[in-house]
């Protein structure tokens, strides 16, 4: 099976930088989405990562370490319309190509 | 227009009561999901359809079935509602193909509540 941690809850200030850490444990990984939900609202595709290193796309960079199951999503520059949660999805390899997602990290920003 | 739309938005119904909810997409993806979302569990899988005649059932599927009519439509059913199916339900798509990531894209949700 798969474990993705996540912190639950985050604070930060507006325009100031923020870290959301993931943490998982699989066998077969194959890929690491971070995805942005406001409150109600449908998940929206961030970014993705497969190869160890830094995806950095304007704002947001998210970070991939396979040996250390571990990544991150970057938030810079913060604003108020960042304060949504952030799922961390891991893809594993097979036939399904099965995706797992953390319970996600609720950001607040406040100003 | 919205590239994946789900109706009805909201619903509520009662204890035993057969639900279908809808997903449409323009977007020309092979690979359909289900999910519901509930508070502190995140989003899970409860189907996935990777063409018309490939249907599978996700980890919760219990309670759910589904029907792929076409490309373009994957719909899923409660054939008895009870009070623990009231979630935010999800549909995505992907297309494997073209996308080195098959990222996933969601439709607005649909809202359930069962008395």
């Known amino acids: 099976g798969q474990n993705i941690d996540q912190p639950t809850e985050m604070t930060a200030t507006e325009g100031a930088i923020v870290q959301i850490n993931c943490t998982y444990q699989t066998s077969g990984f194959n890929g690491l989405f971070w995805y942005q939900q406001h409150a109600g609202e449908a998940p929206t595709f961030l970014s993705y990562?497969?190869?160890?290193g830094l995806e950095e796309k304007g704002r947001f960079s998210s970070f991939l370490s396979r040996s250390k199951g571990y990544s991150y999503l970057l938030l810079k520059e913060l604003q108020m319309k960042d304060s949504a949660s952030y799922l961390c999805a891991v893809r594993v390899s097979g036939g399904y190509q099965k995706v797992t997602f953390g319970t996600g990290t609720k950001l607040q920003v406040i100003p | 227009d919205a590239d994946v739309t789900q109706t009805p938005r909201n619903r509520i119904t009662k204890t035993g009561k057969r639900i279908m909810l809808e997903c449409s997409q323009t977007?020309?993806?092979?690979?359909m999901y289900w999910y519901r979302q509930d508070p502190g569990l995140g989003l899970r899988l409860i189907y996935y359809s990777f063409d018309v005649k490939d249907i599978n059932k996700g980890e919760i599927s219990d309670g759910y079935s589904v029907s792929r009519q076409a490309q373009a439509k994957f719909s899923l059913s409660l054939e008895s509602a009870i009070p623990n199916q009231t979630a935010l339900y999800f549909c995505a798509t992907s297309d494997w193909g073209t996308s080195k990531s098959d990222e996933q894209f969601f439709g607005p949700g649909t809202r359930l509540t069962v008395l």
């Open positions: 977007k020309g993806h092979d690979r």
């Open positions: 990562n497969v190869l160890d």
